[in-house]
């Protein structure tokens, strides 16, 4: 009985010695130290030049950059717009600008009691919204001798890791049960949530992946940051599926984690279809499963018999939702427990030329198979292609003339889902094909 107290009080006390340092979340390492605020940053000899320093590790116009070009910038201005208004006055929650939930996503809402004397609520998504709070690495980190390892160690958020960004731009991207987008705020008019971290990483970067950034960071490979952030995004939603609270709201699932298609859908009764990877009827409600399927294309190259035993517990999922809530629990922490265990292998490949087109082909092949019926796994799918034909470029597989037409036929297959109420699974099914052809 003594023992048993005793290795009771070691496990309680381990627990609360243990707890303020383990930051179990992207969220919860973002606000670990206090924000300093964007002006903290923007010096013009820091990060505020107007031109890129020739001599730096760093380009120094990241402020400059952010403000002008990156949407970041811009997301508490957001809160003041007239869609914004209207989407709080239909929730009954007042001003958008200074509500919690709005906050969480647009701005850097961390505690009043961890802001400095500079930050400023109306800087939106900053600088340490995605770098972490600066309070233990600001002075530092400028220093030559002071190392990338050194500045993690004091509370840098790790940006560079494709597991560890996928989990932070998530956190805002899909919502997590710490910072939630619900059904409600889509209800009210919130544009609906998409996200692939290849491509999202490259479209208003304020930073340059050259020799100085692989020496101090490592490899930088697009395809791999596909990959990986396709099993994090497939984890967070079953994250989310297996959490009472996040996950469900009175009789109902919470319905952001189902594909919002197969409810908006025109009532003619004759768009239905079966899609295989499913194994579901007509008139189920689908578990938005289409980061799911895009794991299993990254599994080509990397292991085959974990891409098929991924698809059956996918089938497995799809299943266990018609059957009950504790079956669905279930298999989601299953097919979580897989996912997870495969991310450091996924995340480790070398992701070479022979292994884009197996990612291709398996694209493709599902594509014949009906699989593509679901608009957000067509989205997925054109931004997967996206990351492989830039890959491709980068390789030097393609000569110029290769690599416009390419090109071209990757405009086609992203023109065939621009409209999300009226685009055609054929026609989307001929520009895959198309683009497959077109590969090397
Ligand atoms: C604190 C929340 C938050 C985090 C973290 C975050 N974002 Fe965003 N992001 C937003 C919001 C909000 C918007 C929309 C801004 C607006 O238009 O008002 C946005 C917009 C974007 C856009 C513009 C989309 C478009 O259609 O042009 C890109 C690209 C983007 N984010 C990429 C990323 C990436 C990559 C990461 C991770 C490194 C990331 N974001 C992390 C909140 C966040
Ligand atoms: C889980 C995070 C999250 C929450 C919570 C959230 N948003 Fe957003 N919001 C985003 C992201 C991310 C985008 C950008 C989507 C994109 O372009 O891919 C966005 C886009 C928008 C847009 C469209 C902006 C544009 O430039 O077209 C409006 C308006 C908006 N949000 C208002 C709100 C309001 C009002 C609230 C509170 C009720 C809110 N958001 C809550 C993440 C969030
Ligand atoms: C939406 C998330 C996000 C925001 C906001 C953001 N960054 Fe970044 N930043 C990144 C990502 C992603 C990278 C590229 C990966 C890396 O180098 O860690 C990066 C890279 C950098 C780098 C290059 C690091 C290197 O080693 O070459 C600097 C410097 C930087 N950011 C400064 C800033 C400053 C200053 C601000 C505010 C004005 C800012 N960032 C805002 C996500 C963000
Ligand atoms: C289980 C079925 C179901 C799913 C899945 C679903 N919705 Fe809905 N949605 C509804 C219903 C029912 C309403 C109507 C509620 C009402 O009339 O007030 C609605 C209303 C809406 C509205 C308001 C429509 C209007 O006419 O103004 C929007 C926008 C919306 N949903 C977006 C989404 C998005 C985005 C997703 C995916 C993330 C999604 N929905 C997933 C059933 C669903």
């Not at 709080?88 to 958008?96: H, N, W």
């Not at 009827?281 to 299993?296: H, Q």
């Not at 298999?331 to 450091?344: H, T, V």
Request: some cysteine; aromatic content about 6%; proline content about 4%.
């Amino acid at each position: 009985m003594k023992h048993l107290a005793t290795a009771l009080l070691v496990v309680i006390l381990a627990l609360v010695f243990s707890a303020p340092c383990v930051a179990s979340t992207a969220v919860q390492a973002i606000e670990a130290h206090k924000h300093l605020g964007v002006a903290s940053c923007s010096n013009s000899v820091c990060h505020g030049a107007s031109q890129p320093f020739r001599d730096s590790n760093v380009l120094q116009n990241e402020f400059a950059v952010w403000q002008e070009f990156d949407p970041h910038a811009k997301a508490w201005q957001t809160l003041g717009s007239q869609a914004s208004r209207d989407i709080a006055r239909k929730l009954g929650i007042g001003d958008p600008a200074e509500a919690k939930i709005c906050l969480d996503c647009h701005a850097d809402s961390i505690a009043v009691e961890k802001r400095g004397d500079r930050f400023q609520i109306s800087d939106g998504v900053g600088c340490e919204s995605c770098h972490g709070g600066s309070e233990l690495w600001l002075n530092a980190h400028a220093d030559r001798s002071v190392t990338h390892a050194d500045n993690l160690k004091n509370g840098m958020y790790p940006t560079d890791d494709p597991v560890a960004r996928a989990r932070l731009c998530l956190s805002c991207h899909m919502g997590t049960n710490d910072r939630m987008i619900t059904h409600r705020i889509m209800g009210a008019g919130h544009p609906r949530l998409s996200f692939e971290l290849d491509t999202f990483t490259w479209l208003h970067p304020h930073y340059k992946i050259g020799e100085a950034w692989t020496k101090r960071k490592g490899q930088w490979n697009g395809v791999r940051d596909w990959a990986v952030g396709q099993g994090v995004a497939a984890v967070n939603l079953l994250d989310l599926v297996e959490d009472e609270k996040a996950g469900w709201k009175g009789i109902f699932p919470e319905l952001v984690m189902f594909d919002c298609h197969a409810c908006h859908k025109l009532m003619s009764g004759n768009q239905w279809g079966p899609r295989p990877g499913t194994g579901l009827g007509p008139g189920v409600v689908r578990l938005n499963d289409a980061n799911m399927l895009m794991f299993r294309h990254v599994l080509a190259p990397v292991d085959k018999a974990a891409a098929s035993r991924i698809g059956e517990q996918i089938r497995a999922l799809h299943k266990a939702t018609t059957e009950s809530r504790s079956a669905t629990m279930a298999a989601a922490s299953r097919l979580r427990a897989s996912i997870e265990s495969l991310l450091p292998t996924v995340s480790a490949f070398n992701y070479g030329p022979e292994s884009l087109d197996l990612i291709l082909s398996s694209i493709q092949a599902d594509a014949e198979r009906g699989e593509y019926r679901d608009y957000a796994s067509a989205e997925q799918v054109a931004m997967a292609a996206q990351s492989v034909v830039v890959a491709f470029e980068n390789d030097g597989k393609v000569d110029a003339e290769k690599a416009s037409q390419l090109r071209a036929r990757l405009d086609a297959l992203y023109a065939v889902i621009k409209d999300e109420n009226s685009w055609s699974v054929q026609k989307f099914k001929s520009a895959l094909a198309a683009l497959r052809s077109a590969a090397p």
